[in-house]
Nanobody
Framework: QVQLVESGGGLVQAGGSLRLSCAASTSGRTFSTYAMGWFRQAPGKEREFVAAISWTGGATYYAASVKGRFTISRDNAKNTVLLQMNSLKAEETAVYYC???????????????WGQGTQVTVSS
């Protein structure tokens, strides 16, 4: 079992930055054995892949729309995964979710555990 709690969302102007954090608590299996992902969902739209990171953090993956602006990282000693978001755009307003799964993937169905989400609002 994994419980995930996101934080760090808020209101930011276009071009600004936010850092999202996801704190994990696990039972029966250590955090370092889970791949982690970030997804987002805007009202009326489908859930969208943002970024993913492998167990060790050695491999990272990004949606084309965020590559070069967003950075995913993890600290296995602290059971956390971060998403640094720079140069934010108004169209990136959404609820951002972190997720845990067996392998880093852009497909949301590959993740077994989800947080409750944190709202990111980017004003234009």
């Amino acid at each position: 079992q994994v419980q995930l709690v996101e934080s760090g969302g808020g209101l930011v102007q276009a071009g600004g930055s936010l850092r999202l954090s996801c704190a994990a608590s696990t039972s029966g299996r250590t955090f370092s054995t889970y791949a982690m992902g970030w997804f987002r969902q805007a009202p009326g739209k489908e859930r969208e892949f943002v970024a993913a990171i492998s167990w060790t953090g050695g491999a990272t993956y990004y949606a084309a729309s965020v590559k070069g602006r967003f950075t995913i990282s993890r600290d296995n000693a602290k059971n956390t995964v971060l998403l640094q978001m720079n140069s934010l755009k108004a169209e990136e307003t959404a609820v951002y979710y972190c997720a845990a799964g067996d392998g880093a993937s852009s497909e949301w169905k590959r993740y077994n555990y989800w947080g409750q989400g944190t709202q990111v609002t980017v004003s234009s």
